[in-house]
């Protein structure tokens, strides 16, 4: 079984309901917002960024606005931990799963020793729903907040950092 249909598969025992969009092969977040159906009134992809600590020894996935930019120094200090940056796209595969343009909280299904922390921007707790590519850049799934953060991260395990990220300083 390929990641996708893991993670699909994964979303109908959970009883999670959510809405599969298929569309060309997308690799920024501005291409998929220019998708219809993947953004609107309560509805929101969130800029996922892969990071890590200068040693290269943890690991971040934060979720985010798309429009807000990622400000290391506000994300770093609310965690408490020393300067985040971008990391290797290489290790993608290995702890989540996926490659670089379908970057997705979904790939946490595969980092089963708990290697990535979630960090996620408390804005996005506010949205009826949330938008993820379900470990494929051709295809995106819509998802319940509340049943993201309810039964999806409890059923991988992993607890998300939560922090704010302004739009200005």
Same mark, same amino acid.
């Given at each position: 079984m #390929?990641?996708?249909?893991?993670v699909?598969? /994964?979303?109908?025992?959970?009883?999670i309901?959510?809405? *599969?969009? !298929?569309?060309?092969?997308?690799?920024? %977040?501005?291409?998929?917002? /220019? %998708?219809?159906g993947l953004?609107?009134?309560?509805?929101?992809?969130?800029? #996922?960024?892969?990071?890590?600590n200068?040693?290269?020894?943890?690991?971040?996935?934060?979720?985010?606005?798309?429009?807000?930019?990622?400000?290391?120094?506000?994300?770093s200090?609310?965690?408490?931990? !020393?300067?985040?940056s +971008?990391?290797?796209?290489?290790?993608?595969?290995?702890?989540?799963?996926?490659?670089?343009?379908? *970057? !997705?909280?979904?790939?946490?299904? +595969?980092d089963?020793?708990?290697? *990535?922390?979630?960090? %996620?921007?408390r804005?996005? /707790?506010?949205?009826?729903e949330?938008? +993820?590519?379900?470990?494929? #850049?051709?295809? !995106?799934?819509? %998802?319940?907040t509340?049943?993201?953060?309810?039964?999806?991260?409890?059923?991988?395990?992993?607890v998300?950092?939560w922090?704010?990220?302004?739009?200005?300083?």
């Amino acid at each position: 079984m #390929n990641n996708q249909a893991h993670v699909l598969k /994964a979303l109908e025992q959970l009883h999670i309901r959510h809405t *599969v969009i !298929s569309h060309a092969p997308v690799y920024t %977040i501005a291409d998929c917002l /220019a %998708i219809s159906g993947l953004s609107g009134e309560g509805v929101l992809m969130p800029r #996922n960024v892969f990071l890590c600590n200068r040693q290269k020894t943890s690991f971040y996935l934060m979720l985010m606005q798309p429009e807000v930019p990622f400000r290391t120094a506000v994300v770093s200090k609310q965690l408490g931990v !020393s300067r985040l940056s +971008f990391a290797p796209e290489d290790l993608l595969p290995e702890y989540l799963g996926l490659e670089a343009g379908a *970057v !997705s909280p979904l790939g946490l299904l +595969f980092d089963t020793e708990k290697r *990535v922390q979630l960090v %996620i921007d408390r804005a996005l /707790a506010d949205l009826n729903e949330l938008v +993820f590519h379900p470990c494929v #850049n051709t295809a !995106s799934v819509r %998802i319940p907040t509340d049943d993201f953060l309810k039964i999806f991260l409890p059923h991988t395990g992993h607890v998300p950092a939560w922090v704010d990220c302004p739009a200005e300083d």
